[in-house]
């Protein structure tokens, strides 16, 4: 009875050690940055209702982009005024990479210039921020 329970307790302790292990092991995984292009569209005034909608292809042309991991895109909230707030905007999006190669290799893509070219008559300015995340 005793070597019986002496095994049972072996196997128990096993089992704890490699959930442990295991549990350990990935929070001690190295986290790898991601890096964000975040973009602010000013559109032209003058343009019809029609043709700021039609803007959206351009952000449904980058989704199918090489590198491109996701993007997301939207008009400003209809958030509080406040003195830190800037909804001036028309669209803005935001893309994900894998890394700086990749966002970079992105923007000289033939298929990205052709997308700027086609929808660069739309807007009046645009801005853009580059930014990485080491901690997600």
Not at 105 to 121: C, D, I, N, R
Not at 122 to 129: A, G, N, T
């Amino acid at each position: 009875m005793k070597r019986k329970n002496f095994i049972q307790t072996l196997g128990t302790v096993g089992v704890l050690g490699v959930t442990s292990s295991s549990l350990l092991a990935a929070d001690h995984k190295e986290k790898k940055p991601v890096f964000f292009h975040y973009l602010l569209f000013w559109l032209k005034p003058e343009l019809s209702v029609t043709q700021v909608e039609e803007f959206k292809e351009f952000f449904e042309g980058l989704k199918k982009l090489p590198y491109v991991k996701n993007v997301r895109y939207g008009k400003p909230a209809a958030s509080s005024p406040r003195t830190v707030l800037d909804n001036s905007f028309t669209y803005n999006a935001a893309m994900e990479f894998d890394s700086l190669e990749e966002l970079e290799a992105y923007g000289k893509l033939p298929q990205h210039l052709a997308l700027v070219a086609k929808y660069k008559p739309y807007f009046d300015r645009m801005m853009v921020h580059d930014s990485v995340f080491e901690n997600l």
